[in-house]
C-alpha cells in the first residue's frame, strides 16, 4: 500500500489487480486463427479495457469507444464503427443489447458472453448467448442459449472446433448420400 497525508492525517491507499487468465491469450489467438473476430463490451473504463484487450491479444486494442459516445451515434454510423472497434467501454446494458442488434444487421453471427444481470438483454438477443456458470447470476443463466459450466473461454474454442468438425462430417455425409442416391 502506497500512504498520503488528507486532511493531516495518514490515509491508505490500496490497489487491486484482478490478473488476467493465463489460458485467455492462447484462446484469443486460436479465435483469431480460426476467423473469429473477438469484440469486448464492459463497462470498465476505457483504459482498463484496452489493457486488459492488449493483454490478451485482442485485435485493434488501441481505441476503444464508450458508451456515451455510442449514444450519439446514429445507426449508420454505429454499423460502421462496429467494423474497425473491437473495445466498447463504459457500455450500460442497453447499449450491450443495441451493439448486439447491430453486428446482427451488419450480417454477423454474434455469440455473446456474459455472467451479469446486466448481460441478460444482449445474451437473449444474441446468436448463441453463453453464460457462465462459475460465476454467472442465475438470470444470466437463463437469458443464455448455453452455460459454460468451467468459466474459461478456452472450453469455446474446443466448443468451435467440435462443431465445425461435426458441421464437415455432415456435409461429407450428405454428398455421400446424394452421390450414391441420385444414380440408383
Known amino acids: 500500500p502506497m ?42 473504463h476505457p483504459g482498463t479495457a484496452m489493457s486488459v484487450a492488449r493483454a490478451i491479444g485482442i485485435a485493434q486494442a488501441d481505441n476503444a469507444l464508450t ?3 455510442l449514444e450519439r451515434l446514429s445507426e449508420s454510423a454505429l454499423r460502421e464503427a462496429i467494423g474497425k472497434i473491437n473495445i466498447f467501454a463504459r457500455v450500460v446494458p442497453e447499449q450491450k443489447l443495441r451493439l448486439v442488434q447491430a453486428l446482427k444487421a451488419s450480417g454477423e453471427i454474434v455469440v455473446m458472453t456474459g455472467d ?9 438477443a444474441a446468436h448463441i448467448g453463453i453464460a457462465m456458470g462459475e460465476r454467472g447470476t442465475d438470470v444470466a443463466r437463463e437469458a443464455a ?16 472446433r467440435m462443431g465445425r468438425r461435426v458441421f464437415d462430417n ?15
Not at 490515509?11 to 476467423?35: F, N, Q, W
Open 170 to 184: 455432415l456435409k461429407k455425409g450428405l454428398a455421400y448420400i446424394l452421390a450414391v442416391h441420385i444414380p440408383i
Open 145 to 160: 442459449d448455453l452455460v459454460l459450466l468451467d468459466d474459461d473461454f478456452s472450453s469455446l474454442v474446443a466448443g468451435v
Open 3 to 44: 500512504f498520503v497525508a488528507v486532511n493531516g492525517r495518514e490515509a491508505g491507499i490500496i490497489a487491486v489487480a484482478d490478473t488476467v487468465r493465463p489460458e485467455s491469450k492462447e484462446a484469443i489467438a486460436t479465435m483469431h486463427a480460426l476467423g473469429l473476430r473477438v469484440v469486448m463490451i464492459t463497462g470498465d
Open 67 to 69: 458508451g456515451p459516445e
Open 116 to 124: 451479469g444481470v446486466n448481460d441478460a438483454p444482449a445474451l437473449k
